[in-house]
């Protein structure tokens, strides 16, 4: 929740930030920065604002990791989990006839593909 006084045009970090700046770009060249920033969990107004400070002042951007194909890989690896541990629990009570070795020798590829991660 904002601090009490708490302004529009005025960060957090108490800094105003009153002026902006207008550009135009391509249908292209705007899906590609709005899916960065969404990728790096940002509005595209931060994202920019960060890489044009840090080119102003000659240093690198300091930008959150990308969430992207990571959050989407996990949440993959998530439901193989999920379905082996169905099968696991069938396997267990007869219902289906699955070797504990075919089981295992699964487990271990989810295992290695979460290491890759």
């Known amino acids: 929740m904002p ?4 302004r529009k ?4 970090r108490n800094v105003p930030v009153p002026c902006f700046a207008r550009c ?4 292209q060249e705007h899906e590609a920065l709005l899916n960065e920033a969404t990728d790096r969990a940002m509005t595209l107004s931060k994202l920019l604002r960060q890489v044009l400070v840090a080119h102003l002042t000659r240093q690198r951007a ?4 990308r969430r992207g194909p990571t959050h ?17 629990r069938q396997a267990n009570t007869g219902l289906v006839t699955v070797s504990e070795a075919d089981l295992r020798i699964a487990l271990q590829a989810v295992l290695d ?5």
């Open 72 to 88: 989407l890989a996990l949440r993959e690896l998530t439901r193989i989990g999920n379905n082996l541990n169905q099968l696991a």
């Open 3 to 6: 601090r009490r006084g708490y």
């Open 24 to 27: 135009r770009l391509t249908t």
């Open 62 to 65: 300091e930008l959150p990791t």
């Open 113 to 117: 593909a979460a290491k890759r991660l």
């Open 9 to 12: 045009g005025i960060s957090d």
